[in-house]
Nanobody
Framework: QVQLVESGGGLVQAGDSLRLSCAAS????????MGWFRQAPGKEREFVAA????????YYTQSVKGRFTISRDNAKNTVSLQMNSLKPEDTAVYYC?????????????????????WGQGTQVTVSS
C-alpha cells in the first residue's frame, strides 16, 4: 500500500507562488505514475499535472502550462508541484495521487479514475 500526505498549501494573493509537496510511505514511488489533481467547492475533480515513473515525461492541463511544474525525487519518495503566477481560479484543494498499473499516455495519466492511491489534500486559496 501507499500512503500520500500533501503539504504546502496556503492563502496567497494573485501572482504569488506556492510549492506543494507530497510525501509517500509504503511502496517506493518509482513504480508509479504520479499526478496532481484539484477540486474546487461544488466542482468535479480536475487534472492538473502528471509525471512518469522516472520523471522523463510530463503532462499538464492547458490552464497551468508555463506556470506550474511537476517534479519527483524517487530517492526521497516525494513529488512536488511548483505553482507560479497563481490566479484566483487556481483556488482548490490539491491532491496527489499514484497509479501503479497504467502506461504513461495522456488519456490515462489525466484520468483520476485510473489512480490507485490518494492523499487527503491541501488547500490552496488565491485572492484577487
Amino acid at each position: 500500500q501507499v500512503q500520500l500526505v500533501e503539504s504546502g498549501g496556503g492563502l496567497v494573493q494573485a501572482g504569488d507562488s506556492l510549492r506543494l509537496s507530497c510525501a509517500a510511505s509504503g511502496r517506493t514511488l518509482s513504480s508509479y505514475t504520479m499526478g496532481w489533481f484539484r477540486q474546487a467547492p461544488g466542482k468535479e475533480r480536475e487534472f492538473v499535472a502528471a509525471i512518469s515513473r522516472f520523471g522523463g515525461s510530463t503532462y499538464y492541463t492547458q490552464s497551468v502550462k508555463g506556470r506550474f511544474t511537476i517534479s519527483r525525487d524517487n530517492a526521497k519518495n516525494t513529488v512536488s508541484l511548483q505553482m507560479n503566477s497563481l490566479k484566483p481560479e487556481d483556488t482548490a484543494v490539491y491532491y496527489c495521487a499514484a497509479d501503479r498499473l497504467s502506461a504513461f499516455i495522456e488519456a490515462v495519466a489525466t484520468d483520476g479514475g485510473r489512480y490507485d492511491y490518494w492523499g487527503q489534500g491541501t488547500q490552496v486559496t488565491v485572492s484577487s
